[in-house]
């Protein structure tokens, strides 16, 4: 693994869920990261609860000075079927959660496109890491609407074979809203894909979860590790695994320049059929065109980088 420490700016695009919330507390704490705002979708839970769960996350790293914008309550073309049995109301066997002192900022469509505009001499990425309705609404109105980003990081589709929780071909994030995806993949942006198979792989040993909160050292690792234990709970009864498979963590430390050694390089097409709604195709295709896929994440460097910047978040005010 290797890690950039080059200034980078971001807009995290979520739909938390806890392990968006692990993956904002990450970008939150990473030096030379700046998280300019975060933009909520409807996904894992409805758009209001998501936005209210995001407005706590940022209560809890003490950073309610990242604006939270509202974005898309529903897929283009589709209707809403969240996936709240995993994540609920992110309150169950966890830590209280403390009330945000600060209110939604606004609707996220316009922010966000100005944000993609914006000139910068920092380079911009964009890490969507829940179902891609906003993006597509953006570069559905304009094709260009993401020029001025270096790259989308994504959380979402299955290049293999690894059965999900909503299907035995699909990821959850682009079978929420299969043709967001489609949209999104094939608008020739840099897109950094981590899929539901290398995150999958990507899973963190049970055994290492019990001393989270005291290598954080502060409040805010009872909550890292309580997020944890209850990903991994359901990961174990509903799939038996040993560990726990972080999956938009990794897609956000991609963005904040934590990469395997190796990328693989695909061009990519969605399927949005009935049958399938979101499996990615890969065919090789020349190096520096496609689709970027992430391979060989490493677990125990993923919660090292975890713990490391949940140090560095000031944490609730007492």
């Known amino acids: 693994m290797?890690?950039?420490?080059?200034?980078?700016?971001?807009?995290?695009?979520?739909?938390p869920g806890r392990d968006d919330a692990l993956a904002i507390?990450?970008?939150?704490?990473?030096?030379?990261?700046?998280?300019?705002f975060i933009t909520t979708v409807a996904g894992n839970v409805s758009l209001e609860r998501g936005t209210a769960n995001a407005l706590r996350?940022?209560?809890v790293a003490g950073r309610e000075d990242v604006p939270v914008y509202a974005g898309a309550s529903e897929p283009l073309n589709r209707v809403l079927v969240p996936g709240s049995a995993l994540h609920g109301d992110m309150a169950d066997g966890d830590p209280p959660l403390p009330e945000p002192s600060q209110a939604v900022a606004g609707s996220a469509h316009a922010p966000l496109r100005d944000w993609c505009r914006e000139p910068s001499d920092v380079p911009k990425r964009l890490v969507a890491i829940g179902p891609l309705t906003?993006?597509?609404?953006?570069?559905?109105?304009?094709?260009?609407?993401l020029a001025g980003i270096e790259s989308l990081y994504v959380m979402g589709g299955t290049v293999g074979r690894i059965p999900t929780r909503v299907s035995p071909t699909a990821e959850f994030n682009f079978h929420s809203d299969p043709e967001a995806a489609d949209i999104v993949v094939r608008s020739g942006v840099d897109v950094r894909l981590y899929d539901y198979d290398v995150t999958t792989s990507c899973q963190i040993p049970v055994d290492?979860?019990?001393?989270?909160?005291?290598?954080?050292?502060?409040?805010?690792?009872?909550?890292?590790e309580g997020w944890l234990r209850h990903l991994w709970e359901y990961a174990n009864k509903v799939y038996g695994r040993a560990g726990v498979a972080v999956h938009d963590l990794y897609a956000a430390l991609g963005a904040a320049g934590v990469q395997p050694e190796r990328w693989e390089w695909h061009a990519m097409s969605v399927d949005c059929s009935d049958e399938h709604q979101g499996t990615i195709h890969a065919t090789p295709s020349e190096p520096g065109h496609g689709v970027a896929v992430?391979?060989?994440?490493?677990?125990?460097?993923?919660?090292?980088?975890l713990v490391e910047a949940a140090r560095n978040v000031p944490g609730q005010a007492s």
């Open 134 to 145: 906003n993006v597509a609404r953006l570069l559905s109105e304009d094709g260009g609407a």
């Open 294 to 305: 992430a391979r060989g994440l490493d677990p125990e460097a993923m919660l090292g980088y």
């Open 57 to 59: 996350v940022l209560a």
């Open 2 to 15: 290797t890690q950039a420490t080059e200034p980078v700016r971001v807009v995290v695009d979520c739909d």
């Open 25 to 36: 507390l990450a970008l939150l704490g990473t030096p030379h990261v700046q998280v300019d």
């Open 208 to 224: 290492a979860l019990a001393g989270v909160a005291d290598a954080v050292g502060s409040p805010v690792g009872a909550y890292v």
